[in-house]
């Protein structure tokens, strides 16, 4: 599925989920999107990380994302694709990273149509904000879950309890291995493009950063014991 909502006179938002054949054409054809490069977004097993295309000016971004699940122990991190072209910012979902089509729908009602000022990076940095500061419920919550597991295995040896708490930890590393992806693409995001953005976009990339080494600083010590 391909669907394309205007930023600007000249820039697009392209939400692609899981494109067709002749979806990937018009990516080719009309969206800047070259077939190396749209493999890699739509790899469900890619890390995170930036990939280039320096000759066709493509910027790739693989970021982790936390994936809510109605069952909490199943709740899971899973690669984003968004790719930044001269005229476009493309996002590539699936069934697990769908919901982000609903984050980027709450922001661009702040950019008026056909306004030249707005730039595709006032699109993606607020959305990774929102992504990078999604990590934080969770991983509380799962820590206060592991804490209550801790002291019921210390109480009594109970079988449950013990699976309950290995589970948890399992989801806890897996966050932390996401995160350190992410805070790792981003600093890459940094001084590949620091240099090309705007003042308030280059604070804002700055605070991004921040935001996503303190689930980091948080979560790591409670996992080396």
Do not use: C
């Not at 070259?34 to 930036?50: C, G, N, Q, W």
């Not at 206060?144 to 295995?153: D, F, H, P, T």
């Amino acid at each position: 599925m391909l669907s394309s909502v205007q930023i600007n006179a000249h820039n697009h938002w392209v939400s692609v989920y899981e494109p067709l054949p002749n979806e990937r054409e018009t990516l080719f054809a009309k969206y800047e999107v070259t077939p190396d490069m749209l493999e890699y977004a739509i790899d469900p097993f890619e890390k995170s990380r930036v990939e280039l295309d320096r000759e066709a000016n493509i910027t790739l971004l693989i970021f982790d994302v936390f994936v809510p699940n109605a069952n909490p122990d199943d709740d899971i991190t899973a690669p984003l694709g968004i790719m930044i072209t001269n005229n476009n910012v493309i996002t590539f979902t699936n069934a697990q990273t769908n919901f982000v089509n609903g984050l980027i729908a709450e922001l661009l009602p702040k950019f008026p149509n056909q306004n030249q000022s707005i730039k595709i990076m006032d699109l993606v940095l607020p959305l990774l904000m929102k992504l990078a500061t999604a990590f934080f419920p969770p991983i509380r919550k799962a820590d206060s879950q592991r804490k209550a597991l801790q002291r019921g295995i210390r109480r009594q040896n109970n079988h449950v309890s013990i699976n309950q708490f290995m589970e948890l930890e399992t989801n806890l590393v897996f966050i932390l291995t996401s995160l350190q992806g992410n805070v790792a693409l981003l600093q890459q995001l940094k001084r590949l493009m620091g240099s090309k953005l705007t003042t308030p976009h280059q604070e804002l990339l700055d605070d991004i950063i921040i935001e996503a080494q303190q689930g980091l600083k948080w979560l790591k010590p409670r996992l080396m014991w």
